[in-house]
């Protein structure tokens, strides 16, 4: 099977690709901002696509520029065989802003994405004007079970591939990631299981996958992220987590906000790990404050 990674018909008119940092990104670009709004760099999860702020991208539209990147090895963008570290997918966010001349950016990322948003801040400062963590990275987490057998290689892709046996039971695995599943609209339901059947049919998506999160595990064992790293950061930061977060949960989010200064936490009510999908006009909100 062919994934299709098919482009929703409002975004249509924003596509774009470049060649930064020596790899290809599909991404959604609004268009040059007007001084003196912001642009929005927008930095989705592992094992997503820039389409999880399918959402928030027109809502921000007007009031700023909006620029939603596939990162390296998943969706659209090219896969790359190589690690996938956060400082690579730092630094090609890093040469994505310089690519499209932004001197500086409000980076909003989600999950993992939120650590790379931190660790653009940690390695390129100058181009960064403010940070929203949605709901990571993760701090002091314990891994499940699943979790612990996606570390093992060669198990942890078989598990994967265990999902295209059947599309409701890869449509299932995206529970735990909300605070209802059941609630959200029918047509959002059909486009989660339409792409979560695109992506565990990926192998190149798949391999891009293990590696970030090995890597990520592996930092993780070293000690990132670090309270007294994190303290050194010198951003204005907002951080948003829906209080139902089962993934990570908002006990996280209030270490974070411990640890970076001047950092502001607000919980979502009725959220769980993605609240661009389940709230976004919420987060909009937040983003923009």
């Not at 959200?184 to 339901?189: A, F, K, M, N, S």
């Not at 998506?205 to 930092?219: D, I, N, P, V």
Request: charged residues 20%.
């Amino acid at each position: 099977m062919t994934p299709k990674f098919t482009v929703p018909d409002h975004l249509k008119p924003y596509q774009r690709r470049l060649t930064v940092n020596g790899v290809g990104l599909h991404l959604y670009d609004s268009g040059p901002a007007q001084a003196p709004d912001p642009t929005f760099l927008l930095i989705h999860g592992l094992g997503d696509e820039a389409d999880s702020w399918r959402k928030v991208f027109p809502l921000l539209t007007g009031r700023g520029r909006v620029v939603a990147p596939d990162l390296p090895g998943f969706g659209r963008s090219e896969h790359p065989r190589r690690a996938y570290t956060l400082n690579f997918f730092a630094d090609t966010m890093a040469a994505l802003l310089e690519n499209l001349k932004i001197p500086q950016a409000v980076l909003v990322g989600s999950s993992m994405g939120a650590a790379v948003a931190l660790r653009v801040a940690q390695r390129r400062a100058d181009l960064v004007a403010r940070l929203v963590l949605v709901d990571g990275p993760p701090v002091r987490g314990r891994l499940n079970r699943v979790q612990l057998i996606f570390l093992i290689p060669g198990q942890g892709e078989k598990l994967y591939n265990s999902f295209r046996r059947s599309q409701e039971a890869a449509f299932e695995s995206l529970r735990p990631y909300y605070a209802s599943l059941d609630a959200l609209p029918p047509e959002e339901r059909q486009f989660l299981r339409e792409r979560v059947w695109d992506r565990v049919w990926s192998d190149d998506q798949r391999r891009a996958y293990f590696s970030t999160f090995r890597w990520m595990a592996l930092e993780s064992l070293l000690g990132h992220p670090n309270p007294a790293r994190l303290g050194q950061v010198n951003v204005p930061t907002t951080i948003v987590w829906g209080e139902q977060d089962l993934p990570i949960p908002a006990e996280a989010g209030k270490l974070l906000s411990s640890w970076i200064t001047g950092a502001k936490l607000h919980l979502i009510p009725g959220c769980g790990h993605l609240p661009q999908q389940e709230n976004p006009q919420e987060l909009v909100r937040l983003i923009l404050q």
